[in-house]
C-alpha cells in the first residue's frame, strides 16, 4: 500500500506480511511472495537448520536485500522457551525483531497469555522489537502494550483454520481502542475475501502463511491476498456510506421530465 505501516519506526509499503511455513517446494515460497508483493517474511527460528550450507535452506530462498526478515517463537509453549528461541534468532543474526509465540494449548493453538505477557516484557528490556500473537482480548492486548510489545497481532480464528474472522465484535473493540501501537491481523485468514474484511475495520495490516501456501494456485491466492489487503485499506480510508433499512433512490428526484 502506498501509505505503508510503520513499526517501532521502521517503515513498510506493503500491510501484508507473510509466512514461510507449508508451501510445496522454496521455489512455490519463492514465487508467491513475489506474487504478494510483501517486504515483511516471517521465518520460525525453531524449523530452520541455521548451520545448513547447501544452498537449500528457505533462507537461501528470501533475499534479505529485497524482504524484512521477522523470526517468530513459533512451537514454543513456555515463556522461557520463547525468550531463549528469540535470543537465538538475534544471535545467529536473524534479527532483533520477533514475533512472539508462545503457545498455551496443542490442539486450538492459542496463546498461553500469562506466558506472553512475561515473555514480551523480559524482551522488550532486552532491546526486542516484540509483536506477540494474541487473542482479541483488549485487556490482554492493553497488559502486552505495557510490557513493550510495538505491535499487537490478535488471532482472527484459529492458526491455520482458514476460517475468517470470527468475532468481528471483539476486533472492533480493538481497533477503536487501541491507538499508541499498531494492530495486525495474525491467523485464520481463508481467502482475499476475509482479508478485505480485516482491513476494512481498520486493521494496520495482516500476516497470513496456510490462506496462501495451501491454496491449490499458491502463487494467485498471493496475488489475491495482495489486492484484497489493498482494496480493504482504501474502503477504509473512503469511509462506507451509512447502512439504512429503506431504499434511497441513486438518481435525484429534482428535474424529473414530467
Known amino acids: 500500500m502506498q501509505d505503508g505501516i510503520e513499526i ?26 513475489t506474487a504478494s508483493g510483501a517486504e515483511v517474511v516471517t521465518v520460525a527460528v525453531r524449523r530452520v ?7 537449500e535452506s528457505l533462507l537461501n530462498h528470501i533475499p534479505r536485500d529485497k524482504y ?9 509453549y513456555t515463556a522461557d522457551e520463547a525468550i531463549r528461541t528469540a535470543r537465538l534468532g538475534r544471535e545467529v543474526g536473524l534479527s532483533h525483531w520477533v514475533k512472539l509465540e508462545v503457545i498455551g494449548d496443542p490442539d486450538t493453538l492459542f496463546p498461553d497469555n500469562e506466558g506472553l505477557i512475561e515473555a514480551t516484557r523480559v524482551l522488550a528490556k532486552e532491546g526486542f522489537v516484540v509483536l506477540p500473537y494474541t487473542t482479541d482480548d483488549l485487556i490482554n492486548a492493553r497488559k502486552l502494550i505495557a510490557a513493550g510489545a510495538a505491535a499487537v497481532m490478535p488471532l482472527a480464528a484459529p492458526i491455520g483454520s482458514g476460517l475468517g474472522i470470527q468475532n468481528l465484535t471483539n476486533l472492533r473493540i480493538l481497533r477503536e481502542k487501541i491507538t499508541s501501537v499498531p494492530l495486525i491481523v495474525d491467523a485464520g485468514v481463508g481467502t482475499a475475501s476475509d482479508a478485505t474484511i480485516a482491513m476494512e475495520l481498520g486493521f494496520d495490516a495482516i500476516l497470513m502463511n496456510t490462506a496462501i501456501a495451501s491454496a491449490t494456485d499458491a502463487v494467485k491466492m498471493a496475488e489475491a491476498m495482495k489486492y484484497g489487503v489493498q482494496a480493504g485499506r482504501l474502503a477504509f480510508e473512503a469511509g462506507r456510506m451509512g447502512r439504512k433499512l429503506y431504499a434511497t433512490a441513486s438518481s435525484p428526484m429534482d428535474g424529473l421530465i414530467k
Do not use: I, W
Open 49 to 55: 537448520n541455521l548451520n545448513d550450507t547447501s544452498g
Open 8 to 33: 517501532a519506526g521502521r517503515r513498510f509499503s506493503s500491510r501484508l506480511f507473510v509466512g514461510t511455513g507449508k508451501y510445496r517446494s522454496n521455489a512455490e515460497m519463492a514465487a508467491c511472495h
Open 68 to 76: 524484512f526478515l521477522l523470526p517468530n517463537t513459533a512451537a514454543c
